[in-house]
């Protein structure tokens, strides 16, 4: 149950698109595809974003997509806007209902 | 509306026990499987410990495996975890989740509670 492996930090100017990588091996994030991904800002619970590595929930905005190639799963924020500010946790499905957060990305708009 | 309050953080010794609570409302609580996910002060978050909406399967993070048991009253709409055989590092804020999918877990958490904060300190 190691770690799923992000980028510490991220940046982009207001409008501009960023993707956020998220690695891990072929006994989680290569393996299902239950990838799922979390803004969190300070001080706050975390939210639901991305699930089934591309679906989106209900009151997501379109400018917030996801994919996965191989072991490596993505998601891009196109669009940005200063809210967009926080910090970004990846999630897979590790088999033996276990699960895998990665260690976060702090998303900085310029 | 959907909501989860966790409760039952405090401050507790090395070695001692606590018990923490979930208490949902607003959905179908015994329909879902729900799950425990914490982050350590300035960290990031960690999967805990999840129970299916029946309690049949259960499973464990190997960091807590052994020591915290997850379990679930579906007739008073709650979530368990007990926390036995403390250690310094379990310090953390405890966040209980639901699973987004009714019956077989999808580990998607689309609901989250505010969390219950546990420092474990001598």
């Known amino acids: 149950q190691s770690a799923l492996t992000q980028p510490r930090s991220v940046s982009g100017s207001p409008g501009q698109s960023v993707t956020i990588s998220c690695t891990g091996n072929?006994?989680?994030?290569?393996?299902?595809?239950?990838v799922s991904w979390y803004q969190q800002h300070p001080g706050k619970a975390p939210k639901f974003m991305i699930y089934d590595v591309t679906k989106r929930p209900s009151g997501v905005p379109h400018r917030f997509s996801g994919s996965k190639s191989g072991n490596t799963a993505s998601l891009t924020i196109s669009g940005l806007q200063a809210d967009d500010e926080a910090d970004y946790y990846c999630?897979?499905?590790?088999?033996?209902?276990?699960?895998?957060f990665g260690g976060g990305t702090r998303l900085t708009v310029l | 509306e959907v909501q989860l309050v966790e409760s039952g953080g405090g401050l507790v010794q090395p070695g001692r026990s606590l018990r923490l609570s979930c208490a949902a409302s607003g959905f179908t609580f015994d329909e879902y499987a729900m799950h425990w996910v914490r982050q350590a002060p300035g960290k990031g978050l960690e999967w805990v410990s999840g129970?299916?909406?029946?309690?049949?399967?259960?499973d464990y993070a190997d960091s807590v495996k052994g020591r915290f048991t997850i379990s679930r009253d579906n007739a008073k709409n709650s979530l368990y975890l007990q926390l036995n055989s403390l250690r310094a590092e379990d310090t953390a804020l405890y966040y209980c989740a639901k699973d987004i999918w009714v019956g077989t877990p999808r580990f998607a958490f689309d609901i989250w509670g505010q969390g219950t904060m546990v420092t474990v300190s001598s």
């Open positions: 129970i299916t909406w029946n309690s049949n399967t259960i």
């Open positions: 999630c897979s499905y590790a088999g033996s209902y276990t699960s895998v």
């Open positions: 072929s006994s989680d994030v290569g393996g299902y595809n239950y």
